[in-house]
């Protein structure tokens, strides 16, 4: 009895140690119209794939993970717009870029540790320039 009580516990605490050490991840899916523009500018921290695709607009999926956080957490971070893709065109160049991602975010005095990556789908015949710090960009 007591030797099947102690295997039990040692399982409760293995099932609920392995939650926490979760990373929790969602993809953010959002289409642009970039009818007008030559070029697609990405200001995205974090690494890109981008394909080619045969549709007038371009799509990005971006997909965040946070580590060692809730499925709560990540939705009110979505909610709050922190993972909020913005696109704008000028001069013949469609930027798109993810203001919120340049606020520092602080859980319980410390940095949320959040990965994020792209996957950006263009038409064939637009160019694509990568303006990131820690961009890692595969064509």
């Given at each position: 009895?007591?030797?099947?009580r102690?295997?039990l516990?040692c399982?409760v ?7 926490f050490?979760q990373?929790?991840?969602k993809?953010?899916?959002r289409s642009?119209n ?8 990405l ?8 394909q080619?695709?045969d549709?007038?607009s371009a799509r990005?999926?971006m997909?965040v993970?946070l ?27 469609y930027?798109?870029?993810v203001?919120?991602?340049g ?18 789908f263009v038409?064939?015949p637009?160019r ?11 064509f």
């Amino acid at each position: 009895m007591k030797r099947s009580r102690t295997l039990l516990v040692c399982l409760v605490l293995l099932a609920t140690a392995g939650l926490f050490a979760q990373t929790i991840e969602k993809t953010f899916v959002r289409s642009f119209n970039i009818a007008g523009a030559q070029d697609i500018k990405l200001q995205l921290e974090g690494a890109v794939d981008v394909q080619t695709w045969d549709q007038p607009s371009a799509r990005v999926q971006m997909t965040v993970g946070l580590d060692n956080n809730s499925e709560s957490m990540l939705r009110s971070l979505a909610q709050a717009g922190r993972y909020n893709l913005r696109g704008q065109l000028a001069e013949g160049t469609y930027t798109i870029s993810v203001p919120g991602l340049g606020r520092e975010v602080l859980v319980n005095g410390q940095s949320l540790n959040e990965t994020v990556s792209y996957v950006v789908f263009v038409p064939e015949p637009v160019r694509v320039i990568i303006d990131g710090t820690t961009s890692a960009a595969n064509f």
